[in-house]
């Protein structure tokens, strides 16, 4: 099995939003739903994970809140905003047509 792939800013934005749309979650957490959700195939370091976080709060899509973890840790758990849940169907939408046109092309029989 090869090793997971780092993801491109704009996608990380997309998962993140979607991942919190289903619980609030701290970022290690947060890391960790996105590797077991695509299989191991996705990953995210800190360097790419920590900045998209503080930029979809700066953004208004994410609120951020200080509370203990299942171990006791303090941490900050993030959630998404009705204004992030607006922002996430659109970006999903376009997801959609992005993914759609880019796999018929890829499907194209070569001469």
């Given at each position: 099995m090869s090793?997971?792939?780092?993801l491109v800013q704009g996608t990380l934005d997309l998962l993140i939003l979607k991942i919190l749309a289903l619980e609030p979650l701290h970022g290690w957490a947060l890391s960790q739903r996105l590797k077991q959700v695509s299989g191991e195939v996705l990953q995210v370091s800190d360097g790419s994970l920590y900045p998209a976080l503080h930029k979809l709060e700066?953004?208004?899509?994410?609120?951020?809140?200080?509370?203990?973890?299942e171990n006791n840790r303090r941490?900050?758990?993030?959630?998404?905003?009705?204004?992030?849940?607006?922002?996430?169907?659109?970006?999903?939408?376009?997801?959609?047509?992005?993914?759609?046109?880019?796999?018929?092309?890829?499907?194209?029989?070569?001469?």
């Open positions: 090793k997971p792939v780092d700066q953004e208004g899509w994410i609120t951020a809140e200080w509370k203990a973890t941490a900050k758990f993030y959630s998404l905003t009705r204004m992030g849940r607006k922002h996430l169907e659109q970006e999903a939408g376009n997801w959609a047509r992005l993914s759609g046109a880019i796999s018929r092309v890829v499907k194209l029989n070569e001469a």
